[in-house]
């Protein structure tokens, strides 16, 4: 996507050929800044305090990690070290996972002197893997917004309703669940989206809004509370989020409050789809209950970021000295409240059946 009209993915590999630069989300929407990776530590850190996030992109970050670790060292015991170490930074996001367990397969085998080369190759690869699978769950999301559109018969936008950011902020490039309202917009369909700020971090008042802000879409953020007000009085025709992790039966993880809204849209009959790319899927799962849900600082809850009159990016509390924040990162909406799920192979139940329809050689 286009920043101030320069492309961008959200990780890329430096000059030098072997540092990895990332845009640091913690700074949006005020500042565009980019951070240098020079070794495993510096990816660790990106991931675990969130200048990168989105499981896509921490799947990413994690690849090129293992990739600076391979150049600083290639031995087996820093290649077990560095996938500790990235593994240890955030538990939910299972892209994390595959992304190390496909680096460190294809490493192992082979020898220490190849492994930097093959490690900056494969994770250059999973990278443009992203972007082809994004680009596809797009086209397929694509035709469900255009349905819509043309059942309508009017000209009014399609609302469609998000939560947390699932663009492509969150992944290399496109995102998943804003990938469809991307290539709606960019093909003349009206669309309107209805972006969840997503208390406590406020990725979709931070990120979502300033990404579909900065490619035009038509967008009205609004507090979380507020989605299932506009779907009793009929002002969302569908909602689409992303998943951090959905088992091979169709239960979704995605970031807190998304059950909310999946409850709210099922009590309307608003459709609710979930954009997932295929390596999000934990096939070793079945049941939602059994993913590991990230519990996060309070102070995330406690504080705000924001940014005064005089310009200056401030925090502040916003609770009564003293009082105690709990903080789940992520929830479980159960498959019966899932419509669909937007693949790169095409949508399908949520289901164990629709998943291993479209994906049999992993289920
Ligand atoms: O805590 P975050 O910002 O990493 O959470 C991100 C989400 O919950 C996204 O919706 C999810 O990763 C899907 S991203 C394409």
Request: charged fraction near 25%.
């Amino acid at each position: 996507m286009k920043v101030d009209g320069k492309d961008y993915r959200t990780i890329w590999l430096a000059d030098d050929g072997w540092g990895v630069e990332i845009i640091n989300q913690t700074k949006l929407p005020f500042v565009f800044e980019t951070v240098w990776l020079e070794n495993v530590d510096d990816a660790a850190r990106a991931i675990k305090d969130m200048l990168v996030r989105g499981a896509p992109l921490i799947g990413a970050t994690a690849a090129y990690g293992m990739a600076l670790a391979m150049h600083t060292d290639a031995s087996d015991t820093h290649m077990e070290a560095a996938y500790q170490q990235l593994y240890a930074t955030r538990p939910t996001a299972v892209n994390l996972r595959w992304a190390l367990d496909d680096m460190t397969s294809r490493l192992k085998p082979i020898a220490v002197t190849d492994r930097p080369a093959v490690a900056y190759a494969r994770a250059a690869e999973i990278c443009d893997d992203d972007v082809q699978i994004c680009s596809s769950i797009g086209d397929h999301g694509f035709k469900l917004i255009k349905k819509l559109y043309e059942k309508r018969g009017t000209d009014a936008p399609v609302n469609i309703l998000t939560h947390c950011n699932a663009g492509w902020l969150a992944t290399v490039d496109w995102g998943t669940a804003l990938a469809p309202i991307y290539k709606a917009h960019n093909a003349g369909i009206p669309v309107h989206v209805w972006v969840d700020e997503t208390r406590p971090r406020n990725q979709g008042a931070s990120l979502t809004a300033w990404e579909l802000g900065r490619h035009g879409v038509p967008l009205t953020v609004i507090a979380d509370n507020a989605g299932g007000h506009l779907m009793q009085e009929g002002r969302v025709d569908m909602c689409i989020t992303g998943t951090d992790r959905t088992t091979a039966s169709g239960d979704v993880c995605n970031k807190i409050g998304t059950y909310l809204k999946a409850l709210a849209a099922f009590d309307n009959g608003v459709p609710f789809y979930v954009g997932l790319p295929s390596p999000t899927v934990d096939w070793t799962l079945d049941d939602g209950r059994d993913i590991p849900i990230e519990e996060r600082d309070g102070d995330e809850v406690t504080k705000i970021q924001g940014k005064t009159a005089t310009g200056e990016v401030v925090i502040v509390e916003i609770v009564p000295e003293g009082a105690h924040a709990g903080n789940p990162a992520f929830d479980v909406t159960p498959s019966r409240l899932v419509t669909g799920l937007i693949t790169e192979r095409g949508v399908c139940d949520a289901s164990k059946a629709g998943l291993a329809k479209l994906f049999p050689e992993l289920a």
